[in-house]
């Protein structure tokens, strides 16, 4: 079955013990939760951590309007942001100063290359996010759909210890990070 947020939700309602749902909007109590839920967990999950893939880089669009203070230049956001991770300018992501505010990124830069988090297809999370976000949503839906307070703590402790073993697996999806222009390793020559 390929994942979409109506099959992440129903695991996520059978991991609790309720009825797995046909359609979002089929009315029932499950749907319900599942809908408003869904869409403000998907997206902190994929917040909360730069997941291999849900990163992505883009040259930003630069406005025409001039921001009003701080900042001489304004460029657009890119479509499915989430969250920022470092921008830079002439080919290197990372390096400028910059703050974003509402959709845009604001800097002394004449161009910016962003590294940034976006919300990707449901079809493209790996194994190891899906088992994070199911368990997520179940510890989510759990107060709302059988007020059991103790039940949904034990299902946030799971959830935490899934988050965990997601990011340890997706950590693994690249090379380790070398530290450059550290000044004490400068320094041994």
């Known amino acids: 079955m390929a994942l979409s947020a109506l099959a992440l939700c129903s695991r996520a309602l059978l ?3 309720a009825q797995p749902v046909a359609s979002l909007d089929e009315g029932t109590a499950e749907a319900e939760v ?5 869409p403000g967990i998907r997206d902190a999950l994929l917040s909360v ?3 291999s893939f849900a990163t992505a880089q883009a040259a930003l669009g630069r ?3 001039v921001p009003r203070a701080d900042f001489p230049n304004a460029f657009q956001l890119p479509g499915g942001f989430l969250r920022a991770l470092s921008a830079g300018a002439a080919g290197r992501a990372r390096g400028i100063v910059y703050r974003l505010q509402e959709d845009r990124l604001f800097t002394d830069a004449g161009e910016v290359a962003l590294t940034y988090v976006f919300r990707p297809d449901e079809s493209a999370f790996p194994p190891y996010f899906a088992s994070a976000l199911v368990a997520r949503l179940a510890a989510e839906f759990c107060i709302p759909l059988t007020e059991n307070s103790s039940r949904a703590e034990m299902l946030h402790r799971l959830a935490e210890a899934e988050l965990r073993q997601a990011r340890q697996a997706d950590s693994q999806q690249a090379s380790a990070r070398v530290l450059e222009g550290f000044p004490l390793i400068d320094v041994r020559g």
Do not use: D, E, R, V
């Open 49 to 51: 951590y730069p997941w």
């Open 63 to 65: 406005l025409a309007a």
């Open 15 to 17: 991991k609790i013990g």
């Open 34 to 38: 599942a809908a408003n839920l869904y």
